[in-house]
């Protein structure tokens, strides 16, 4: 399948909301590394697997100029810290590379840039052990998705402090669903597939990637959804850290407020037009509604009987710990729980004492 270049014309509106998100995330996830007086890590790395050209026809930076600047605006702090800082820079086809390099050409610090013309996975299998020492920010924007195989997703998830964002297309899995290589890595049924609409392929892949998680290893996935043109495009993000779901969930609901061709309705079902949701998932009203309607039962249930279980509920569920205290003050108001003053946090991840909720 020969893949298409979408560097040679202006970005479209997807990959600039892609871009978006892929900036704004990087910019909280640097300075966890970046700005520590002490730092846990002294080798940081940003993996760029599919780096394209650099910048499109209109002069925009793409993510490798994105991941240069947000590392610049860090580079006295690199220096003070004794930080040694990586970014990998990756691209197979001959002209898009050549051009990446022009882009390039001078941009090095009190960092290292290093370029590769490789195939991805012989690359990401040569780099693999050096990323086990190094905190890590996988950026894998390829077309299609053939690139992430359930085998390299589980190489990925045993990888200690490792964040990764990736891009996939929901018209591939209806396409070549029957094909060899395909079944290979996604046993999905290929008539099912041609049956289910293709704004919820999305969620199929989610769940696949989800039912790849070793049983009681704790890791998670957020998934944001992309309109373009006539395809749906997904981008997944993977932590292992709460922290790290955290910034993206904020990141993804800070998106909500962009417009254009990424806006699109999911289940098809009546949306306020005039503010539509870049994570129609969870942003139509009655998947809000569902999402607390099932806080509620749990913790009447007492199903959720600690502070940290609803937060973490929240999270699972790609909705921010605000969204969570919204149905932790009705049930307050109500009598029914604990107060919630001293769970109402955005930093739960650091608290090692749980508190129970329930009265």
């Given at each position: 399948m020969a893949v298409r270049d979408l560097f040679r014309k202006p970005f479209d509106e997807g990959t600039i909301v892609k871009l978006k998100i892929y900036t704004d995330y990087l910019r909280e996830w640097a300075p966890v590394f970046l700005s520590k007086r002490e730092p846990i890590w002294k080798t940081v790395q940003i993996f760029d697997f599919f780096a394209g050209q650099g910048r499109d026809s209109l002069n925009r930076p793409g993510s490798p100029l994105i991941a240069l600047e947000i590392v610049r605006s860090?580079?006295?702090?690199?220096?003070?810290?004794?930080?040694?800082?990586?970014?990998?820079?990756?691209?197979?086809?001959?002209?898009?590379?050549?051009?990446?390099?022009?882009?390039?050409?001078?941009?090095?610090?009190?960092?290292?840039?290093?370029?590769?013309?490789?195939?991805?996975?012989?690359?990401?299998?040569e780099q693999y052990e050096a990323m086990k020492q190094s905190a890590n920010f996988l950026f894998f924007d390829q077309n299609g998705i053939k690139e992430i195989t359930s085998e390299l997703f589980v190489k990925i998830i045993a990888l200690r402090q490792t964040d990764f964002l990736f891009f996939i297309s929901s018209s591939y899995f209806r396409r070549?669903?029957?094909?060899?290589?395909?079944?290979?890595?996604?046993?999905?049924?290929?008539?099912?597939?041609?049956?289910?609409?293709?704004?919820?392929?999305?969620?199929?892949?989610?769940?696949?990637?989800?039912?790849?998680?070793?049983?009681?290893?704790t890791y998670y996935l957020a998934p944001f959804s992309i309109k373009k043109e006539r395809n749906i495009y997904g981008l997944?993000?993977?932590?292992?850290?709460?922290?790290?779901?955290?910034?993206?969930?904020?990141?993804?609901?800070?998106?909500?407020?962009?417009?254009?061709?990424?806006?699109?309705?999911?289940?098809?079902?009546?949306?306020?037009?005039?503010?539509?949701?870049?994570?129609?998932?969870?942003?139509?009203?009655?998947?809000?509604?569902?999402?607390?309607?099932?806080?509620?039962?749990?913790?009447?249930?007492?199903?959720?009987?600690?502070?940290?279980?609803?937060?973490?509920?929240?999270?699972?569920?790609?909705?921010?710990?605000?969204?969570?205290?919204?149905?932790?003050?009705?049930?307050?108001?109500?009598?029914?729980?604990?107060?919630?003053?001293?769970?109402?946090s955005t930093d739960l991840h650091k608290n090692k004492n749980d508190v129970p909720i329930i009265i």
């Open positions: 860090f580079e006295r702090l690199i220096v003070n810290r004794g930080i040694k800082v990586i970014l990998h820079f990756n691209e197979l086809e001959e002209d898009n590379y050549r051009s990446l390099m022009d882009c390039l050409a001078g941009a090095e610090g009190n960092f290292s840039i290093r370029t590769y013309n490789r195939d991805f996975k012989s690359l990401f299998n070549f669903a029957n094909t060899p290589e395909f079944q290979k890595h996604f046993p999905f049924d290929p008539v099912e597939m041609q049956s289910i609409h293709y704004y919820h392929v999305h969620r199929k892949v989610l769940a696949h990637y989800k039912s790849l998680i070793p049983i009681g290893r997944i993000f993977g932590t292992h850290h709460t922290l790290g779901i955290e910034k993206f969930l904020s990141v993804a609901w800070k998106n909500d407020s962009l417009r254009g061709e990424a806006n699109y309705d999911i289940d098809s079902e009546k949306i306020d037009l005039h503010s539509p949701s870049l994570f129609p998932e969870f942003d139509i009203p009655s998947k809000r509604e569902v999402f607390e309607k099932n806080l509620r039962r749990k913790i009447l249930a007492g199903e959720i009987g600690m502070r940290n279980e609803a937060y973490l509920f929240a999270l699972n569920e790609g909705f921010l710990l605000k969204d969570a205290n919204v149905v932790l003050k009705k049930l307050f108001a109500e009598k029914k729980i604990k107060s919630v003053i001293e769970y109402i």
